[in-house]
């Protein structure tokens, strides 16, 4: 089977094969009727669809505010997408639960019977205890689109209940959800399990019902990571979607503080995302960039929290990002409440509208020179990747994770060789401090390079050390200088 893995469009016949195998061993049940699913998300779409949404949004250079969100118990779900919806998310979503990603059914449905509309025993909304019909309703009583949000190497229940239920959109692919979020999966059992789901995404979409998939790449969960390579993951996730038959996909941006390098990550993004797209001949995909609210160690205080937050919202407004999924301010203390999300989106909102229209005036030298340097990277390793599997990212993904020529920082899976460094220059922007086996050009090397001359200088031994690299982690916590006895802060 492993080396069968490729980047082909599964057979339908074989699709219908493992819908049948997966509802028997992971339910005891036959799969959902397509036909009839189909049927109800076709007038669901119609009336609230995501891709059109995010058409709508593009065409007018408007923002999207996206909002995560999930809790155990029906009523308070409900009550969550309301209030979100009325803070002005355009889109809202229902974040499901760990113990229902890692397919522990019953754990969920025994949590939410503990639950009350007060008190969530789960970490999101546990969408296979539910269910299709409930689900059907809650979908039903909101008036925005809805993204369904998990993240593991195995969603396809989760994406056949979230798709029959109503779900406009939904998150994640192979590269993200195994190399960022899982100890043990490999590729190789991955790809397949998420090319079930885009498959069947791609059913849909051809039955009158399109789906957006979020395109995460390798954003980093918890730490930062240098653009170029979050973005060769991005444009990898996104061809294998594209060549299951998924037409919408929403490029991933995930932003670091440094404004002018994420500006240029978010074009960079989606630059490369149609140019590779188009490249394998998938030009009929359409794309909508997302920047993503920083998704490491966020302050605890409230109000650094929206400081922080409104670092990234600038950077989204510079670049005019049709989506910016918002993180909340209180993302330093836990799942947040529904007040501190809406506040978190109202915010988001509110600066969007004063920046967007100053945008073209925003845009700096620093920006232009931080795309090329994204793009001449990004290039050189997705042309190795793809060249090691002769035209077929999957292939070439297997073949470079192997060889270290995919390698990203930071991750728990144990099939990454884990030789790349990010660190922070002295500004702030994310370079390459080992670049491992990552095939880079020496241009780009040269300038990676010389923007940390600054840091290195200002460093005790001239040097950086794997100590610089942990520091960065809590680069954007922000404690003031103790001052010396008697010390004047004004001086
Ligand atoms: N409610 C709100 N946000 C959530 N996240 C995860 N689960 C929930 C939830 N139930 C957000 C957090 C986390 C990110 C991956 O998703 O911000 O950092």
């Excluded at 760990?98 to 969408?127: I, M």
């Excluded at 670049?319 to 529904?338: D, F, H, Q, S």
Aim: glycine share 8%.
């Amino acid at each position: 089977m492993p080396d069968q893995v490729s980047n082909e469009m599964l057979d339908l016949d074989e699709l219908k094969t493992q819908r049948a195998s997966v509802f028997h061993r992971q339910l005891g049940r036959e799969p959902y009727d397509l036909d009839e699913a189909w049927d109800f998300a076709r007038s669901n779409a119609e009336r609230r669809g995501m891709a059109a949404t995010l058409a709508r949004a593009k065409a007018t250079g408007n923002t999207v505010a996206i909002p995560r969100a999930g809790v155990a118990h029906w009523d308070a779900q409900l009550e969550l997408m309301r209030t979100l919806s009325a803070a002005g998310a355009g889109v809202v979503p229902i974040t499901v639960d760990s113990l229902t990603r890692s397919l522990k059914f019953e754990d969920a449905a025994k949590a939410l019977a503990q639950s009350t509309p007060d008190r969530s025993v789960l970490n999101g909304y546990p969408l296979l205890a539910h269910g299709v019909e409930r689900t059907r309703e809650l979908i039903s009583a909101v008036d925005r689109p809805v993204i369904v949000r998990a993240n593991a190497i195995d969603l396809r229940l989760v994406a056949e209940t979230a798709f029959a239920s109503g779900a406009t959109g939904f998150v994640s692919g192979p590269m993200y959800a195994t190399l960022e979020y899982s100890k043990l999966g490999s590729l190789e059992v991955s790809i397949p399990n998420w090319q079930y789901i885009f498959r069947l995404m791609g059913e849909y979409a051809a039955h009158g019902v399109p789906i957006v998939e979020d395109a995460i790449g390798f954003a980093q969960s918890g730490t930062c990571s240098v653009p170029s390579l979050m973005h060769v993951g991005v444009v990898l996730d996104a061809l294998i979607m594209a060549g299951q038959g998924v037409k919408h996909i929403v490029p991933y941006q995930m932003l670091q503080g440094h404004v002018a390098q994420d500006v240029a990550g978010c074009i960079a993004v989606g630059t490369l995302t149609d140019e590779y797209l188009a490249k394998l001949g998938f030009g009929d995909v359409r794309t909508y960039v997302a920047s993503s609210d920083w998704n490491g160690a966020f302050p605890a205080r409230q109000p650094d929290a929206y400081g922080l937050l409104a670092a990234n919202v600038l950077a989204c407004a510079i670049a005019r990002t049709p989506v910016n999924y918002v993180k909340t301010i209180e993302e330093g203390i836990g799942v947040p409440t529904a007040a501190a999300n809406a506040a978190s989106i109202r915010f988001t909102r509110y600066l969007t509208h004063l920046i967007s229209r100053q945008a073209t005036s925003l845009l700096s030298p620093e920006v232009e020179f931080e795309l090329e340097l994204n793009l001449m990277e990004a290039r050189a390793i997705l042309d190795a990747v793809l060249d090691m599997g002769n035209g077929d990212p999957v292939r070439g993904s297997i073949s470079a994770l192997a060889t270290g020529v995919l390698d990203i920082p930071f991750s728990p899976n144990v099939h990454v060789r884990g030789n790349v460094l990010p660190v922070r220059d002295a500004d702030g922007a994310v370079r390459f401090l080992d670049h491992g086996a990552l095939p880079l050009p020496a241009a780009a090397l040269r300038i990676e390079a010389e923007r940390l001359a600054s840091r290195r200088a200002r460093s005790g031994s001239g040097e950086l050390s794997y100590q610089d690299v942990i520091d960065d982690l809590s680069f954007l916590e922000f404690e003031e200088p103790t001052l010396p006895e008697g010390g004047d802060p004004h001086s």
